[in-house]
């Protein structure tokens, strides 16, 4: 067993008592690092957050749950005219509205409804509108399907997925359509042969939606 000896050859004890005094002041300095809160980049103080313990039930508040968000279904329309705005309709001019010549017309037992703009002497010129409830899985199919064997062309305007094609009538020289929008599980879908009036479709979805 090893004993310290008494004496203190060459200032050990001087040494030993530096070194206890550097580490007394070291600890002091960590101490007063470690009481200080950190600061920001760009050297501002960060105020301290307030500790969880010492806050009272009351200023813990509970959280206040979200409503949950409802979609309300757009109410299928049931006048062809009034989902046309004036500049529209002016350009339908005299057109007949669902001659009984063209069958059924109006709004069908599941709410659909056809718009069939026609006059019956004419050989061609007209259109025929269907509004329609259809949902986004067999819309999209649909639409997706004209693109890929009919080569029709689709783009996203106004919330929703409008495509389009036109072409010349095989019989008649003039050009024939199909127009087709479809948003919010409402598909508006159009037929026409030399009858196009500027802003139709458009006209319809800012009724509809908007």
Not at 69 to 87: G, K, W
Not at 135 to 148: S, T
Not at 195 to 203: C, E, I, Q, V
Request: net charge negative; hydrophobic share 35%; proline share 9%.
């Amino acid at each position: 067993m090893s004993v310290w000896p008494v004496s203190d050859p060459a200032g050990y004890g001087e040494r030993m008592n530096a070194r206890l005094a550097a580490g007394a002041a070291t600890l002091v300095l960590l101490v007063a690092l470690t009481g200080c809160g950190a600061g920001a980049p760009d050297g501002s103080d960060v105020a301290p957050s307030p500790s969880a313990t010492n806050a009272s039930p009351d200023d813990t508040a509970s959280p206040t749950p979200s409503p949950t968000p409802t979609t309300t279904a757009v109410a299928l329309p049931t006048d062809c005219r009034a989902i046309l705005s004036e500049d529209v309709l002016s350009q339908l001019g005299e057109t007949p509205l669902n001659d009984a010549a063209f069958g059924p017309s109006g709004v069908g037992d599941d709410g659909t409804l056809t718009c069939i703009w026609r006059d019956p002497r004419a050989d061609t010129t007209g259109l025929v509108t269907t509004v329609s409830r259809m949902n986004r899985g067999p819309a999209l199919d649909m639409l997706n399907a004209l693109v890929a064997n009919e080569g029709f062309s689709c783009f996203t305007p106004d919330g929703g997925t409008r495509c389009e094609k036109t072409w010349q009538d095989p019989q008649y020289p003039v050009t024939d359509g199909r127009t087709l929008f479809w948003r919010d599980d409402i598909l508006i879908d159009t037929i026409y042969s030399n009858l196009a009036p500027t802003g139709y479709t458009s006209s319809i979805i800012a009724r509809l939606f908007d």
